[in-house]
C-alpha cells in the first residue's frame, strides 16, 4: 500500500503566485489533515476534513483553502503566495471512529516562496 | 486550551547510554497520547498510543510510559539508528473532531 502521497515533494514560488498541493490516501481513512512543520513551531493543523464532503479550520488557516475532491483526495491551495508560508507541509489521514486519533502522515512537501 | 510540552528540546547519547523523553501535557479530558519518530526529510510515523495513567507500552528499545500529567518515551540501550526526532500529541476527550496537539518534538542524536 501506498498510504499517503503528497506532490509536489518540493517547490519554489515567488510572492504572490498561487499552487496547489495535492494529498491522497488509499487507506479508505474518514478524516484527512494538512499541517505545516516549522523549526522551533512543531506541527500547527491547518485545516482538516472530518469526512467527505465537509472541511473546517485548524489553528493557522489564513492564506489557506482547501478542497476535498472525494474520499481519498485533499487538496491545499495558496491563492497568493507569501514568503511567511516557506514550510514544510504535512497530508495526514485517520480513522477516529476506531477509537484513539492515529494519523498516517504522507512524506511531506517542502515549499519556499521567495 | 489544550497543551504539550516536551524537554529537552535535544539530547546527545553515546551508543548504549539510556535516557528518557519528557512530554509533560495539559488537556480537558484525555482520550489517548501519542508518540510519533520523524526521520529527517520524511513524515512523522506513528509509535504508540497510551490512553490511561499506569499504562506502558514497549517497542524494542523504547518504552512509553503515562501519568496523569506527563509521559516519558524511555529509551534503554541506543544505537545509532535510533537517532531522529520524537514527537508528542494528546487528543482530548471533548473538542470538536479528535484533533491532536503537538509538542514541538525532542531531537535525539545517538553516537556511535
Known amino acids: 500500500n501506498a498510504g499517503v502521497t503528497q506532490t509536489p515533494k518540493f517547490q519554489v514560488l515567488k510572492t504572490g503566485q498561487s499552487m496547489t498541493l495535492q494529498c491522497a490516501q488509499d487507506m479508505n481513512h474518514n478524516s484527512m489533515y494538512w499541517y505545516r512543520q516549522d523549526p522551533g513551531m512543531g506541527l500547527r493543523l491547518i485545516y482538516y476534513s472530518a469526512s467527505e464532503g465537509t472541511t473546517d479550520k485548524g489553528e493557522v488557516p489564513n492564506g489557506y483553502n482547501v478542497s476535498r475532491l472525494n474520499k481519498r483526495e485533499f487538496s491545499l491551495r495558496l491563492e497568493s503566495a507569501a514568503p511567511s508560508q516557506t514550510s514544510v507541509y504535512f497530508c495526514?489521514?485517520?480513522?477516529?471512529?476506531?477509537?484513539?486519533?492515529?494519523?498516517?502522515f504522507g512524506a511531506g512537501s517542502r515549499l519556499t516562496v521567495l | 486550551e489544550d497543551q504539550v510540552t516536551q524537554s529537552p528540546e535535544a539530547l546527545r547519547l553515546q551508543e548504549g547510554e539510556s535516557s528518557s523523553l519528557n512530554c509533560s501535557y495539559t488537556?480537558?479530558?484525555?482520550?489517548?497520547l501519542f508518540w510519533y519518530r520523524q526521520d529527517p526529510g520524511k513524515g512523522p510515523e506513528f509509535l504508540f498510543t497510551?490512553?490511561?495513567a499506569g499504562e506502558e507500552k514497549e517497542k524494542e528499545r523504547l518504552k512509553a510510559t503515562l501519568t496523569k500529567k506527563e509521559s516519558f518515551l524511555h529509551i534503554t540501550a541506543p544505537k545509532p539508528e535510533d537517532s531522529a526526532t520524537y514527537l508528542c500529541a494528546v487528543q482530548a476527550v471533548t473538542g470538536a473532531n479528535s484533533k491532536l496537539t503537538f509538542g514541538k518534538g525532542i531531537t535525539l542524536s545517538v553516537r556511535p
Open positions: 488537556v480537558s479530558g484525555l482520550r489517548g
Open positions: 495526514a489521514s485517520s480513522n477516529p471512529a476506531t477509537g484513539a486519533n492515529v494519523l498516517t
Open positions: 497510551l490512553y490511561s
